[in-house]
């Protein structure tokens, strides 16, 4: 899954709106910012307006001109506060998917224009303050990770708070912890290398359970009488 390319702007896209209740609605939209209440959205490209309640709202799917696809889901993100435990903040927050196979990024997308290729395993783009967040594909959470500005070129923290969420979240892939401990991340990869070494280590890859053989009883003798 791709995310933005685009820069905030109001600009009504192709969009599918996924409710809470499972209802689909189908028009137009615009893109959605983190702390949006309601979404704009249109039957028609030249319509009227209508804004729903972002608390009615799951996901957004946006496609652009060019049939690329976005996707906007409400999440809750979390802060893990060292000993001082994990924080939730109690409100969900509009995040644009960059990648969900088991592993999920997401990032804000304030002024980003990064995109994922699943095609051939690449990411490419900057964000100006782009924060990364990560979890896990079937929950409705997120940790904050760290910020992939494009002012800031130190990446100091960056590696410890990788491998520290990364422990919290996939404990039951010790490969990928194995791998995220050993690498050096930089900040304009991070996301892509993430991926790579979420998919090398088939973290996906359930255990085939082998069936335990029974033991095969002996006939018992019969007694001499």
């Known amino acids: 899954?791709?995310?933005?390319?685009?820069?905030?702007?109001?600009?009504?896209?192709?969009?599918?709106?996924?409710?809470?209740?499972?209802?689909?609605?189908?028009?137009?939209?615009?893109?959605?910012?983190?702390?949006?209440?309601?979404?704009?959205?249109?039957?028609?490209?030249?319509?009227?307006?209508?804004?729903?309640?972002?608390?009615?709202?799951?996901?957004?799917?946006?496609?652009?001109?060019?049939?690329?696809?976005?996707?906007?889901?409400?999440?809750?993100?979390?802060?893990?506060?060292?000993?001082?435990?994990?924080?939730?903040?109690?409100?969900?927050?509009?995040?644009?998917?960059?990648?969900?196979?088991?592993?999920?990024?997401?990032?804000?997308a304030l002024q980003s224009t990064f995109r994922y290729n699943p095609s051939n395993g690449t990411s490419t783009g900057s964000g100006g303050a782009t924060m990364l967040y990560m979890g896990k594909e079937k929950e409705d959470a997120v940790f904050f990770v760290f910020m992939l500005s494009s002012m800031m070129s130190v990446n100091v923290g960056m590696d410890k708070s990788v491998r520290r969420h990364s422990e919290l979240l996939f404990k039951d892939c010790p490969a990928f912890l194995e791998a995220v401990n050993k690498e050096n991340f930089k900040k304009n990869t991070l996301m892509n290398r993430l991926i790579e070494l979420y998919e090398t280590n088939n973290c996906n890859k359930k255990e085939e359970v082998k069936p335990v053989a029974k033991p095969v009883s002996k006939p018992k003798k019969a007694k001499k009488k």
């Open 1 to 108: 899954m791709c995310l933005v390319s685009f820069t905030m702007q109001a600009k009504y896209y192709e969009a599918t709106l996924t409710f809470e209740n499972g209802t689909i609605k189908k028009g137009f939209a615009e893109m959605v910012e983190i702390q949006d209440s309601k979404v704009k959205f249109r039957l028609e490209e030249k319509g009227d307006t209508e804004k729903i309640l972002s608390t009615d709202l799951k996901k957004i799917e946006y496609t652009d001109k060019d049939g690329n696809k976005y996707i906007a889901e409400r999440l809750f993100i979390y802060t893990d506060k060292g000993e001082n435990g994990i924080k939730k903040r109690p409100d969900k927050y509009w995040l644009y998917v960059v990648y969900s196979n088991g592993i999920r990024l997401v990032t804000d």
